[in-house]
């Protein structure tokens, strides 16, 4: 059984960072390219950030990139999400997802 467990979220001020992680399971980690989206409130599956199999492609929308660094560690089967320099509009549930799976999602609150 496929499963992708996201941790990390939580509640963080204009400009600060947050690592989020996601724990795979039930499937070849390392034979799979991985995708994180996210969910504002009131909008739509934005897909911002994919990684490739081997870890040397990494893809990212304009909203994210620059801020947003996406990696993987398939000796811990974990997809991670550094990012920094977080705005309000960043306020989403974030998942990690491969192919049409994904995980429960884990909220991140832009707020002063």
């Known amino acids: 059984e496929v499963r992708l467990v996201e941790s990390g979220g939580g509640l963080v001020q204009p400009g600060g960072s947050l690592r989020l992680s996601c724990a795979a399971s039930g499937f070849f980690f390392e034979n799979h390219g991985m995708t994180w989206a996210r969910q504002a409130p009131g909008k739509g599956l934005e897909l911002f950030s994919k990684?490739?199999?081997?870890?040397?492609?990494?893809n990212y929308l304009d909203s994210v990139k620059g801020r947003f660094t996406i990696s993987r560690s398939d000796a811990k089967r974990t997809l991670y999400l550094q990012m920094n320099n977080l705005k309000p509009e960043d306020t989403a549930v974030y998942y990690c997802q491969m192919g049409a799976f994904r995980g429960q999602g884990t909220q991140v609150t832009v707020s002063s």
């Open positions: 990684i490739n199999n081997d870890g040397e492609t990494t």
